[in-house]
């Protein structure tokens, strides 16, 4: 095994480990792993990034499922719309956009270049709430009563992220949850994380017909990541949440850099 290829499989266990002690964040490397270390067309990295998040996420769903954190009521709400979208946007819309997506005079923009400057704007937004020290308050749920038109609006929007770029929006799920259903913010990344987990498997069905998958690779990223997360809930009992996030959210920032420059150059 080459010396890329070890640093592309050691990052596996580091994507399930920082979602086990963080409960979300890590599906948001997965993307750029597969496609800078292993040299993966871009949208099929998307399809394998929604087959590993949904992997790892339904591990760590389980694990809240059993202590009680997680809101089914509110996960419905907000899921069910979230579903419909990831799963069209994967089915239809990922597969309609042209390749090459912008063409003008002698600039050509491919269809995945465009997709990685998408994903790489989408980290730097999720970097900035990861570094952000102070949490969402309680916002328009503030009375106790969640808005669930709202959720269902939000879930709409999440679905057609999450299908388009391959990541879980933990980061966009969380604040919501907090804010338009007055969840309590470990309650919210527990419930968030059921919700990536239902929406990254429906999001990989819809490519299904028109991927093709390459499953000895597949299946032992994943057995690491999920490796990870078992790791990542035993250490979250000795690491502050928080200054993990606000850690892993400056090196997503760097990520995202090397993205853009990558691309550009």
């Known amino acids: 095994m080459i010396g890329h290829e070890v640093i592309g499989y050691a990052s596996a266990i580091m994507v399930g480990l920082v979602i086990g002690l963080a409960g979300g964040g890590g599906s948001i490397l997965t993307v750029p792993i597969f496609v800078y270390v292993f040299n993966i067309p871009t949208v099929q990295a998307t399809t394998y990034s929604l087959f590993v998040v949904g992997s790892t996420s339904l591990i760590g769903s389980v694990n809240h499922l059993v202590q009680k954190r997680i809101d ?10 979230s579903f419909v979208s990831v799963y069209l946007s994967r089915r239809f819309l990922v597969p309609a956009l042209p390749d090459p997506l912008f063409r003008l005079n002698d600039f050509i923009l491919p269809k995945g270049d465009a997709i990685l400057f998408f994903f790489a704007l989408v980290m730097i937004i999720a ?5 952000r020290s102070d949490s969402p308050e309680r916002g328009e749920a503030a009375d106790g009563n969640p808005r669930y038109g709202s959720l269902s609006l939000d879930g709409l929007a999440v679905g057609l992220l999450t299908g388009t770029i391959g990541a879980g929006g933990g980061f966009l799920i969380v604040p919501m949850l907090v804010l338009l259903a007055g969840l309590p913010i470990k309650r919210a990344i ?21 991927t093709e998958l390459n499953w000895n690779f597949l299946l032992p990223f994943t057995g690491l990541s999920i490796t990870g997360i078992f790791m990542g809930m035993y250490f979250a009992r000795f690491v502050a949440p928080d200054k993990l996030k606000k850690g892993f959210g400056w090196f997503v920032l760097a990520v995202a850099g090397y993205m853009i420059v990558n691309e550009l150059t």
């Open 72 to 81: 089914l009521r509110v996960t419905l709400a907000f899921a069910l719309p």
């Open 190 to 210: 527990a419930t968030s994380v059921l919700i990536i987990a239902v929406n990254s498997f429906v999001g990989f069905l819809g490519d299904m017909n028109h």
């Open 127 to 131: 970097a900035r709430a990861m570094i």
